[in-house]
C-alpha cells in the first residue's frame, strides 16, 4: 500500500502505557479538587514535540519525492482536531520552503494545497500571502498578467496584524506593479493610498520610497497631471541616496523643471517653481535655468526664439520627444506605445503663450485684439481661445469688445470694494485736513509771537 492511500487508513501507535499511567494521575488530582489541573494533564500538547514530529513528517515525504502523500499529510495534520496553531504553523513555513526546491506541475500542486490549508485561518494569513505572490509570479512568468494580478489583489496585506510593515508595503507595491502592467491606472491609484507616505520618509526604506513614486510618476505621466509627476519627482529629490548622487540629483532635477513649466500657472505650481529657481544645483545647469527663468521673469517670450535656444536640447529627451527619441540619463520611463512627447512639445508652447498672457495683463489695462496677437504670435481666433481658458481658470480676469476689437484686463470693482476705497480715500482726506489745520494754527501762533515781540520793541 503506497503512503497516499495510507492516509485514509491509518495505523496507529499503541499508547496504552502512556494512558494507564496519565488516566489514574488525572482522577487522583480531580479528587484533590484540582478539576483544572487533571484536565490539562490529560489534554496537554508538547507544542516543541508536536512540532518536531510534524515537520518530521513533511520532510520525510519530500526526501521520497512522493509530492502526492506530501500535500495530502500537510491537509490532514493541519485539520487534526485539536491541532496546535502554533504547530501547524510551523508545519507551514517549513512546507514552504519546497516550493522554491520543485517544479512545473509538483510546484503548482503544493502551492495550491498551501493556498487551500491557509484559507480563513487568520494565523496563517502571512504564509497564505507569501505563497499567494508566488503563484502570482509564475501566472506573470507564464504571461497571464490578468490571472497574476487578480492573485495580488485579493490579498488585504494592509490589515494582517502579523505582517511586518516593510513586508506590507513591499506587497502593495507587488500590487501595483501588476496594475501599472495591466494598464489598470485608477485602481492603481486607489491601492496606492494605503501606503503611509510618512513612514516611506524614513531613510532605511528608500528603496521603497522609490519603487512608490517611480509607479506614481508613470500614473501622473498617464493622467497628465505634471504638477503631480513635478512633485514626485522633488520627493526623489530630496532621497539622501539620489540628493549624495551629482548625475541622479541633477537628472531628477531636470525633470523636475520639466514637469513644472508643463504644470498649468496656478499659486502651487509659481511657489514650487520659484523654490526650484534658487536652487543651486539648477544653477549649475544652464539650459533648465535659463528655461525656468524665462516663465519667472515678466517679460515676453516668443515661440521661435524658444524652440531656437532650447529646441535641439528638449527634443532629444524622451519628456519632449518624438516617438522613438533615445532620450538622456535619467528620462522618462515611457515605452513607444505611451510616448506622449509630441503631446507634451505642444503643451509647452501653450504655457508659453499663456505665460505672454499674463504678462501683458500686468502692464496693459487694454489692449487690442490686433497688437495683442501680434505679442503672442498667433492669428485672432487663436488668441481668443487662449485668452478664455485662462479666464474660465481665473488665472488672469478679461473682458473682450469684440466689435470694437478691443480686450480690457481690469477687473471690475464690487460693492465692498468701492466702499472701502471711498472709505480710504475719506480718511486720506480728513488726515490732510487735519494736518493742514495743525499747520495753520502754528503759523497763526508763530506770527502772532512776532507780532507781539514787535511790539515790545
Not at 495534520?77 to 514552504?96: E, F, N
Not at 514626485?232 to 549624495?244: G, K, L, M
Not at 523636475?256 to 549649475?284: C, G, H
Amino acid at each position: 500500500m503506497s503512503t497516499a492511500e495510507g492516509v485514509a487508513r491509518k495505523q496507529e501507535a499503541d499508547l496504552t502505557p502512556q494512558c494507564d499511567e496519565a488516566i489514574p494521575a488525572a482522577e487522583q488530582l480531580a479528587k484533590d479538587g484540582k478539576v483544572q489541573e487533571a484536565l490539562d494533564k490529560l489534554l496537554a500538547s508538547d507544542l516543541s514535540s508536536t512540532s518536531r514530529l510534524l515537520i518530521a513528517v513533511i520532510s520525510i515525504l519530500f526526501t521520497a519525492r512522493d509530492y502526492a502523500a506530501l500535500s495530502a499529510h500537510l491537509q490532514l495534520l493541519s485539520r487534526k482536531h485539536g491541532q496546535l496553531r502554533q504547530a501547524v504553523q510551523k508545519m507551514v513555513d517549513h512546507a514552504m520552503q519546497f516550493v522554491d526546491q520543485l517544479e512545473g506541475d509538483d510546484k503548482l500542486k503544493l502551492i495550491e494545497t498551501l493556498r487551500e490549508i491557509t484559507e480563513g485561518k487568520i494565523y496563517l494569513e502571512v504564509p497564505r500571502a507569501r505563497v499567494t505572490r508566488t503563484l502570482s509570479q509564475l501566472k506573470e512568468q507564464g504571461g497571464d498578467i490578468n490571472a497574476a494580478s487578480e492573485l495580488m489583489q485579493e490579498l488585504q496585506v494592509e490589515t494582517f496584524g502579523s505582517m511586518e510593515r516593510r513586508e506590507k508595503v513591499d506587497f502593495i507595491l507587488e500590487q501595483m506593479r501588476l496594475l501599472k502592467a495591466q494598464e489598470d491606472w485608477e485602481k492603481m491609484a486607489i491601492v496606492a493610498k494605503r501606503i503611509n507616505l510618512k513612514w516611506l520618509a524614513e531613510k532605511e526604506h528608500e528603496d521603497l520610497k522609490l519603487r512608490y513614486f517611480s509607479l506614481m510618476i508613470l500614473y501622473g505621466l498617464w493622467t497628465d497631471k505634471y504638477l503631480e509627476v513635478a512633485k514626485h519627482y522633488r520627493a526623489v529629490y530630496e532621497t539622501p541616496s539620489i540628493a549624495d548622487n551629482a548625475d541622479a540629483a541633477s537628472a531628477v532635477l531636470r525633470n523636475i523643471v520639466y514637469f513644472l513649466v508643463l504644470a498649468p500657472y496656478d499659486n502651487e505650481q509659481n511657489d514650487l517653481l520659484q523654490r526650484v529657481y534658487k536652487d543651486d544645483r539648477l544653477k549649475e545647469m544652464k539650459e533648465s535655468y535659463d528655461l525656468v527663468k524665462c516663465f519667472i521673469d515678466p517679460e515676453l517670450r516668443r515661440w521661435p526664439n524658444i524652440q531656437e535656444l532650447y529646441g535641439e536640447g528638449l527634443r532629444r529627451t524622451k519628456v519632449f520627444g518624438p516617438v522613438g527619441a533615445q532620450g538622456v540619463q535619467g528620462d522618462v520611463e515611457e515605452d513607444e506605445k505611451h510616448a506622449k512627447g509630441e503631446q507634451r512639445w505642444k503643451v509647452l508652447h501653450d504655457r508659453i503663450v499663456e505665460h505672454n498672457i499674463r504678462v501683458v495683463a500686468g502692464y496693459y489695462t487694454r489692449i487690442t485684439l490686433a497688437r495683442l496677437s501680434e505679442f503672442l504670435s498667433l492669428p485672432v481666433a487663436e488668441t481668443e481661445q487662449f485668452l478664455a481658458r485662462l479666464v474660465v481658470s481665473k488665472t488672469v480676469f478679461a473682458k473682450i469688445d469684440r466689435p470694437a476689437g478691443l480686450v480690457s484686463f481690469v477687473k471690475p470693482k464690487t460693492g465692498d470694494e468701492v466702499l472701502n476705497e471711498w472709505s480710504s480715500d475719506v480718511h486720506k482726506l480728513m488726515g490732510l485736513i487735519e494736518k493742514s489745520c495743525h499747520l495753520i494754527a502754528k503759523e497763526h501762533a508763530v506770527h502772532a509771537a512776532l507780532k507781539a515781540k514787535q511790539a515790545k520793541a
